[in-house]
């Protein structure tokens, strides 16, 4: 019996490479890529193809036949990197499965649709896990410094954030006035 960790994906699109060049290239020794799902069958085939190319038979479903998808492979975990505005159909449906969910930032576009997930996270026990893609981007990497050597900022605390260089924002922006 194999103790890796089943994963199907959702959505193919360019997001989700980071999460199938992980799978495929990084972890094989843990983790194994059971099945692709997505509304486009183009990128699915692209994406299916390329991991054949890497080593790994995956099987594909369109996005119609999620059910099917998780009936057959049972994956572990299903991670979505759909349009925002579909991550919480996939979440919930498959955490009422049974299997935990990870899937990018924003988890979903609105307060209905993130207490729907909450509610079903709530029912079932599932782990939903909400990743951030900190894409390359080159004029922003000496932020990644440790933040002990920035003599103006609080110790105890390690924020990440893309005005790391500039003072606290209650120097950079006024109080409100009262109305």
Known sequence: ????????????????????????????????????CDNNAG????????AHENGIA????????????????????VI?????????????????FGCDVMTEKPMTTDEHKCQRILDTQQQTGQNCTVTFNYRYAPPRTPNQRPAHV????????RRFSLAAGYPP?????PPLAPA
């Open 43 to 50: 990128r699915l085939g692209m994406r299916a193809a390329w």
């Open 80 to 96: 979505v990197t759909t349009r925002d505005c579909a991550h919480d159909a996939y979440i919930c449906h498959a955490m009422e």
């Open 1 to 36: 019996m194999s103790t890796k960790k089943r994963y199907a994906l959702v959505g193919v699109g360019d997001r989700s490479f980071m999460y199938l060049k992980a799978l495929v290239e990084q972890f094989t020794n843990t983790c194994e890529l059971v099945a692709l």
């Open 150 to 157: 920035r003599s103006d900022w609080e110790c105890g605390v």
């Open 58 to 77: 995956v099987s594909t479903y369109r996005d119609d036949q999620f059910d099917q998808m998780v009936a057959e492979t049972k994956p572990d975990v």
């Open 169 to 173: 924002r209650s120097r950079l922006f």
